[in-house]
């Protein structure tokens, strides 16, 4: 019986080591590729009101959930709506990462990178023509970005737990207080 004790433990201790082999990062620089995939999408295109550098980030056949303006189906209803409630005439919102929350998944079949999960957090401001940007909330997101062709476009992505900023910060204060 210690035997077979002895034999199940050293399985699962292997196991776990393939387990955290084919789970680690695919190439060295995985996080930085998809950090810099973040910093397109969010600081060059949605914020700098980009709205080829959005379209060609995003696939064809997008599906965007969001918990205040629901569901978005396609690259052309997601543009149309990026330009009319992101990059309006009076004023425009931005999107800051919030530092140390971007986490990477590696999606594989049969050993290759075909898909990216990430999730974060973000605050959004909104900008007004002569006016200071003015913070007014939080939320939550899960992107996937798939590989089309050679290109990595978000495919899917989930936009939730918006709130007023109010409420983040105070959740914040009381963290830190903790």
Same mark, same amino acid.
């Given at each position: 019986?210690?035997?077979?004790?002895?034999?199940?433990?050293?399985? $699962?201790? +292997? /196991?776990?080591?393939?387990?955290? !082999?084919?789970?680690? @990062?695919?190439?060295?620089?995985? &996080?930085?590729?998809?950090?810099?995939?973040?910093?397109?999408?969010?600081?060059?295109?949605?914020?700098?009101?980009?709205?080829?550098?959005?379209?060609?980030?995003?696939?064809?056949?997008?599906?965007?959930?969001?918990?205040?303006?629901? $569901?978005? +189906? /396609?690259?052309?209803?997601?543009? !149309?709506?990026?330009? @009319?409630?992101?990059?309006?005439? &009076?004023?425009?919102?931005?999107?800051?990462?919030?530092?140390?929350?971007?986490?990477?998944?590696?999606?594989?079949?049969?050993?290759?990178?075909?898909?990216?999960?990430?999730?974060?957090?973000?605050?959004?401001?909104?900008?007004?023509?002569?006016?200071?940007?003015?913070?007014?909330?939080?939320?939550?997101?899960?992107?996937?970005?798939?590989?089309?062709?050679?290109?990595?476009?978000?495919?899917?992505?989930?936009?939730?737990?918006?709130?007023?900023?109010?409420?983040?910060?105070?959740?914040?204060?009381?963290?830190?207080?903790?």
């Amino acid at each position: 019986m210690l035997q077979l004790r002895a034999g199940l433990c050293l399985m $699962v201790l +292997l /196991g776990s080591n393939a387990w955290a !082999e084919k789970t680690a @990062a695919p190439f060295p620089d995985f &996080d930085q590729q998809f950090a810099e995939l973040d910093h397109r999408l969010f600081d060059l295109a949605y914020n700098g009101c980009d709205v080829e550098a959005m379209r060609d980030l995003v696939s064809e056949d997008l599906e965007f959930y969001h918990d205040v303006g629901g $569901v978005t +189906l /396609g690259r052309e209803d997601f543009m !149309e709506s990026f330009t @009319a409630n992101i990059c309006g005439p &009076d004023y425009h919102v931005t999107r800051t990462l919030v530092e140390g929350t971007l986490v990477n998944h590696a999606l594989h079949e049969n050993g290759r990178l075909y898909g990216v999960v990430q999730s974060g957090e973000h605050l959004f401001s909104i900008v007004r023509p002569g006016q200071e940007p003015q913070l007014t909330g939080h939320a939550a997101f899960t992107t996937l970005w798939r590989l089309e062709g050679w290109r990595w476009r978000m495919s899917r992505v989930l936009s939730y737990g918006h709130e007023p900023i109010e409420d983040w910060q105070a959740r914040q204060a009381e963290q830190e207080a903790q």
